[in-house]
């Protein structure tokens, strides 16, 4: 049974960058034509997919969030990534890693970590 | 970027009603949609998948329709679980993910 896990800090001050860690249990990272990727909900709002890493190490992100967000993987800690840049109070939500399947969908979640910005 | 519009945002229903939630693309996403149920501070749950097919352990009164650009996901029968906000996601441009609005069943 694969399991995610989110971890990082729950707050964060404006214009710094939030950064966030996904740790997979039970199964590999690294196993083959996997993708892994991040989305959010903003308090009382609907789920917003930020973007994903392959087992590669390719990413794609929602052109919304490109020019400040990285997501990156660590096959050694299986372990994946989120680091979003210059973030404001907009940025406050629940962060949600996830393993996005090409023919099923979503169906590995972690339970998901609430990060408030403000100062 | 394709664009996806659930409708209605809140649909209040009695326990035993039918519910029936649309998703609409803006443009043809031939198969790729997805249906997800969400409950306060849970983690959405994937119910559908290519539009018809019903993810491992989810109930026949979920049920899911359509193609191109109109998607229907249908719950014959609302048990009290049932109700929760329902999201559509489309992958026609994997590995670009993109969801609706969500729409609402609530408790008439």
């Known amino acids: 049974q694969l399991q995610l896990q989110e971890s990082g800090p729950g707050l964060v001050k404006p214009s710094e960058t939030l950064s966030l860690t996904c740790t997979v249990s039970?199964?590999?990272?690294?196993?083959?034509?996997?993708?892994w990727g991040w989305i959010r909900q903003p308090p009382g709002k609907g789920l917003e997919y930020i973007g994903s890493?392959?087992?590669?190490?390719?990413?794609w992100y929602n052109p919304s969030f490109k020019s400040r967000v990285t997501i990156s993987i660590d096959t050694s800690k299986n372990q994946f990534s989120l680091n979003l840049r210059s973030v404001t109070a907009a940025d406050t939500a629940v962060y949600y890693c996830?393993?996005?399947?090409?023919?099923?969908?979503?169906?590995?979640w972690g339970h998901g970590t609430t990060v408030t910005v403000s100062s | 970027e394709i664009v996806l519009t659930q409708s209605p945002a809140t649909l209040s229903l009695s326990p035993g009603e039918r519910a029936t939630l649309s998703c609409r693309a803006s443009?043809?996403?031939?198969?790729?949609l997805a249906w997800y149920q969400q409950k306060p501070g849970q983690a959405p749950r994937l119910l559908i998948y290519?539009?018809?097919n019903r993810a491992t352990g989810i109930p026949a009164r979920f049920s899911g329709s359509g193609s191109g650009t109109d998607f229907t996901l249908t719950i014959i029968s609302l048990e009290p679980e049932d109700f929760a906000v329902y999201y559509c996601?489309?992958?026609?441009?994997?590995?670009?993910?993109?969801f609706g609005g969500g729409t609402k069943v609530e408790i008439k």
């Open positions: 996830a393993r996005p399947e090409y023919a099923y969908g979503m169906d590995d």
């Open positions: 039970g199964g590999s990272i690294s196993s083959s034509n996997y993708y």
């Open positions: 890493v392959y087992y590669s190490g390719s990413t």
């Open positions: 443009q043809s996403i031939r198969n790729s």
């Open positions: 290519d539009v018809s």
């Open positions: 996601q489309q992958r026609s441009n994997w590995p670009q993910l993109t």
